[in-house]
């Protein structure tokens, strides 16, 4: 049973990082522009501690099993992930078991996660209804 009912949306400091958490479904676009309504952006991971403690944050509070949009794109005919909040590279990866399955270069593909799973994932459908985490970049 989660700890705490983020479902129309809560704010949240996880490890002295301030977070706005919904757990309703959202389209990408939705999810990014719901962020940005709070001067905010979906978040990114620049480094493991905070994928890990969000991570974490989100597995002891029942949350393990909901899957989160992240700004991470790899845009059509790319190779590369960007963190689309702010431009900048993403340099290091924790991917699930079989992920990235989706080939290089082949559609936009966007990058998402579920706690529970233990590593991102990538699809290609913007539309999916994620649930979102927002931080202030």
């Excluded at 962020?35 to 393990?64: A, H, P």
């Amino acid at each position: 049973m989660p700890q705490k009912d983020l479902v129309e949306g809560g704010y949240v400091s996880i490890n002295g990082s301030d977070y706005y958490i919904e757990l309703f479904g959202r389209s990408r676009a939705d999810a990014t522009f719901n962020c940005e309504l709070k001067n905010m952006t979906l978040v990114s991971f620049y480094d493991t501690s905070e994928w890990q403690n969000i991570r974490e944050w989100l597995v002891f509070n029942g949350y393990e099993f909901y899957w989160f949009w992240t700004s991470a794109i790899r845009h059509k005919n790319s190779i590369t992930w960007i963190w689309e909040s702010n431009g900048e590279l993403v340099t290091g990866f924790y991917w699930g078991f079989g992920q990235p399955d989706i080939p290089q270069g082949e559609s936009e593909t966007y990058m998402y996660f579920r706690p529970w799973s233990g590593g991102w994932d990538d699809g290609d459908s913007p539309n999916l209804s994620l649930s979102s985490i927002c931080e202030y970049e």
